[in-house]
């Protein structure tokens, strides 16, 4: 059974930092290219950030320079630093695997940020 669970979310203020994590289990982790999306109340799913399975890095412009995708083949984990977090990225946070024609969400970690 597949599983992707996020973790780390949670309320900050404007400015302050968060790191989230995605714990797989059930896949061959190493194979998959991973990604973080978003979702706001009212708004469609957005990328924020992947990683191919050999560690190159492509993010959304809105969050270039602050968020740092990262991923450790040997602990299944995918990671995403936020750094100086704005207001605009409240939202729900998802994990996504991809590899071939497989594609695995996990169920969302919310994130915060007051002004």
């Known amino acids: 059974q597949v599983q992707l669970v996020e973790s780390g979310g949670g309320l900050v203020q404007s400015g302050g930092s968060l790191r989230l994590s995605c714990a797989a289990s059930g896949i061959t982790f190493r194979l998959y290219n991973m990604g973080w999306y978003r979702q706001a109340p009212g708004k469609q799913r957005e990328l924020v950030a992947r990683i191919t399975r050999g560690g190159s890095p492509n993010y959304a412009e809105s969050v270039k320079g602050r968020f740092t995708i990262s991923r450790d083949n040997a602990k299944n984990t995918l990671y995403l630093q936020m750094n100086s977090l704005k207001p605009e990225d409240t939202a729900a946070y998802y994990c996504?695997?991809?590899?071939?024609?497989?594609?695995?969400w996990g169920q969302g970690t919310q994130v915060t940020v007051s002004s």
């Open positions: 996504n695997a991809v590899w071939i024609s497989a594609d695995y």
